[in-house]
């Protein structure tokens, strides 16, 4: 379902929304509450955020769900039991827009999404930036509603890449600068969905690239490892028991080539819940792949701060979009 939380009726025109409705191709407009959301995301940022159901005639391989198995979202603002994947948009200020967008992977160690620290708090400061954001609320990996709950995550992120990319002109963004940024647990939905572009796991009529433009990981689970990987990820993701094919697949430094997108790090070497592994094995692949790639360790910080360093506060989203800036993004 849509929620326009702020849906401006006063700025809302019915002339704009019939032009834009009229430009907008006949497989969007399939569906008329993902068709209302493009045009809403037109009026240059006065309406957000906005929720843009990635699948809406129901997400691929679910099964259906029991009665109690139902989304919920608790006071500190984390999503629990997701189903139905979405975008979250955050536009930004009218005239501050770059044209460069981000699609952001929130953590939660594939048993939550915290989508308020690492999700919409990040997507708020990008657009202050002029970066339009979009927050991916991906599916849980859950074997009961899901037919393959280990590709569900990814297959939402090549969803939600193709469909910012496939609608970048009409919400005046350029289609050669979307990104994916991922934290902790959503740092392997986004690095995989960067190692692994070539593998289609969407319905892709008009051949879209799927492969972001680049790559922002912030303290990411980049490994499926048994020794040094991140357990609970790998659990929630891949079952108690799973095949070495299986880990190879989701260990993203073993599938680094010279095609995979630039890529911006930032880890605390004081982090005990993800280790700075992840990080230094991920770079060392992208260095000897002639990957673009920089990383910044911090002396501490711990796991999970989000834009809220302790003594550092949001100082790595100015790092990240000045790295942008330096590579045309």
Same mark, same amino acid.
């Given at each position: ?12 025109? &019915?002339?704009? %929304? ?7 191709? !006949? ?9 209302? *959301?493009? @045009? ?6 006065? @309406? ?8 809406? #005639? ?5 099964? &259906? ?6 989304? $919920? ?9 997701? /189903? ?7 536009? &930004? !200020? ?5 044209? /460069? ?14 989508? *308020?620290?690492?999700? /919409? ?5 990008? =657009?202050?930036?002029?970066?339009? =954001?979009?927050?991916? #609320? ?8 899901? #037919? ?17 990319? !496939?609608?970048?002109? $009409? ?19 986004? *690095? ?24 922002? %990981? ?7 490892? /048994? ?9 929630? %993701?891949?079952? *108690? ?19 995979? &997108? ?9 982090? #005990? ?11 060392? =692949? ?28 949001? !100082? ?14």
């Amino acid at each position: 379902m849509l929620h326009f939380d702020n849906f401006c009726t006063s700025q809302f025109s &019915p002339t704009l %929304l019939f032009l834009r409705c009229a430009s907008v191709r !006949e497989d969007v407009m399939k569906n008329f509450f993902w068709f209302l *959301s493009f @045009c809403v995301l037109s009026i240059t940022g006065y @309406c957000q955020p906005t929720h843009i159901p990635l699948f809406p #005639k129901g997400a691929p391989g679910a099964l &259906p769900a029991p009665a109690h198995y139902h989304e $919920e979202v608790d006071s500190n603002g984390y999503a629990y039991r997701v /189903t139905q994947p979405e975008l979250i948009a955050f536009l &930004p !200020e009218k005239g501050k827009a770059t044209g /460069t967008s981000v699609i952001i992977c929130p953590g939660g160690g594939y048993q939550l999404i915290v989508t *308020s620290d690492e999700g /919409t708090d990040v997507a708020r400061k990008f =657009a202050q930036f002029g970066i339009a =954001a979009f927050v991916l #609320k991906y599916r849980i990996p859950n074997d009961t509603v899901m #037919k393959n709950k280990s590709m569900a995550p990814l297959q939402d992120a090549q969803q939600a890449m193709l469909t910012v990319r !496939e609608n970048a002109r $009409e919400w005046n963004l350029n289609p050669q600068r979307v990104g994916i940024v991922g934290l902790s647990a959503g740092g392997h939905v986004a *690095s995989t969905a960067g190692t692994h572009f070539d593998t289609t796991l969407v319905v892709n009529t008009h051949h879209s690239s799927l492969r972001p433009d680049f790559m922002v %990981l912030v303290y990411p689970v980049i490994t499926m490892n /048994t020794e040094w990987g991140a357990p609970r990820s790998r659990g929630n %993701l891949l079952g *108690s028991h799973p095949s070495t094919s299986a880990i190879n697949f989701f260990s993203s430094e073993l599938h680094v080539t010279p095609s995979t &997108p630039p890529t911006f790090l930032l880890h605390a070497s004081d982090d #005990k819940r993800i280790t700075v592994r992840n990080s230094l094995v991920f770079y060392e =692949a992208l260095r000897k792949a002639g990957v673009k790639a920089e990383m910044h360790l911090l002396q501490d910080g711990g796991h999970g701060f989000g834009i809220d360093h302790p003594t550092r506060k949001d !100082e790595w989203i100015k790092l990240c979009v000045d790295w942008m800036r330096i590579n045309g993004f």
